[in-house]
């Protein structure tokens, strides 16, 4: 069964600061990836994703994600923090197989906080 | 466009109650996803609508729920009687194909406290 693991349940940073969060995923076949962020009484909304290509990716809001095949892994980046970055963090990853592997599996969320 | 609507965005009932949450996708989107998240957990899927079909309910935790998408377009995800480990968010989302390369569009989630 496909899982994802954001293994930091609170990141802090200071504004202007590099921000990471992080995610390590687990799939069978090629892995659909992807970031969400939940603001206060919002909905999840989409951020980035990695489909194909290269491995670097960039979003919404300034953020990039960087795809590692080999540490399974799809970290979530942004060069300079704001103050307004803070929110809760999804990472969420879909297979390729047919059926439920291509439902969506999420992580169990990161709240960043960005300190001025 | 509209985005998903979901409604109520709290529920607070007494444990063995009903409850009915409802979710309005995006005009035009066949697709319609229900997850939840639990305490603090992971966000968890829990079915799939394609129109008025379910596709996969592999996600149902027990017979206690029930959802519907009568004449493909909003859905509701009942559940009776409720449970107290049913506290949770509930997530509705809405694509127009499946699996979407591009993202899904999520509501707001209905916040259920059951006490």
């Known amino acids: 069964a496909q899982s994802v693991a954001q293994p930091e349940d609170q990141v802090n940073v200071a504004e202007g600061n590099p921000l990471t969060v992080k995610c390590t995923y687990s799939?069978?076949?090629?892995?659909?990836l992807f970031w969400y962020v939940q603001y206060p009484n919002r909905g999840l909304q989409f951020l980035l994703k990695y489909i194909t290509g290269d491995n670097l990716v960039k979003g919404s809001y300034g953020f990039e994600a960087e795809f590692n095949k080999s540490q399974t892994s799809f970290h979530l980046k942004k060069p300079s923090a704001l103050v307004s970055d803070s929110a809760l963090y999804f990472c969420?990853?879909?297979?390729?197989?047919?059926?439920?592997?291509?439902?969506?599996?999420f992580g169990s969320g990161t709240q960043l906080t960005v300190l001025p | 466009e509209a985005g998903v609507t979901q409604f109520p965005s709290h529920s607070v009932i007494e444990k063995g109650q009903t409850v009915t949450l409802r979710c309005d996708p995006i005009s035009g989107h066949d697709n319609l996803y229900w997850y939840r998240r639990v305490m603090g957990k992971e966000i968890k899927f829990l079915l799939h609508?394609?129109?008025?079909?379910?596709?996969?309910e592999s996600g149902m935790p027990n017979n206690r729920f029930l959802a519907e998408r009568t004449g493909g377009t909003y859905s509701t995800l009942k559940v009776q009687p409720a449970e107290l480990e049913d506290s949770g968010v509930y997530f509705c989302a809405s694509s127009q194909v499946h699996p979407s390369n591009y993202g899904y569009t999520f509501g707001s989630g209905t916040r259920l406290t059951v006490v």
């Open positions: 609508f394609v129109k008025e079909s379910k596709q996969d």
């Open positions: 969420a990853v879909r297979g390729s197989i047919s059926g439920s592997a291509r439902q969506l599996t």
């Open positions: 799939v069978s076949g090629n892995p659909y």
